[in-house]
């Protein structure tokens, strides 16, 4: 659960990726507002909106359950990056092709 009424849901599996982590530090110092304070879960190899900011509370469960985008719009539970075109933010007008899964390098 987040500080802005957003939550998201993942498996175990999905946190025991050694990729995954929970932030709170940048720089040595405390993660600022701007990045997603107090905490933030951030998942490499999945579009952004798994990447929930302000976390303010884990629940484990038993059951799993749709997220927050998943819920009000088109978006997949899962949040796998697809195969196709990435349009990254910081190369504006230009389209990349991808394989899928975490990007790492253009």
């Known amino acids: 659960d987040c500080a ?7 498996s175990l599996e999905e946190l025991a990726d050694p990729r995954v982590v929970f932030v709170f530090k ?7 507002d701007e990045y997603g304070a ?7 190899a999945k579009y952004g909106y798994k990447s929930a900011k302000a976390v303010t509370s884990i629940t484990f469960s038993a059951q799993g359950g749709a997220g927050y ?4 719009g088109p978006y997949t ?30």
Do not use: C, K
């Open 26 to 32: 940048m720089n040595d110092a405390l993660l600022l």
């Open 38 to 44: 107090p905490l933030r879960m951030m998942f490499p």
């Open 77 to 106: 539970g899962h949040g796998n990056i697809q195969p196709g075109a990435d349009r990254p933010q910081d190369l504006p007008g230009q389209s990349m092709s991808i394989e899928g899964g975490e990007i790492t390098a253009y």
């Open 4 to 10: 802005d009424e957003y939550w998201e849901v993942v």
């Open 69 to 72: 985008w998943s819920t009000v």
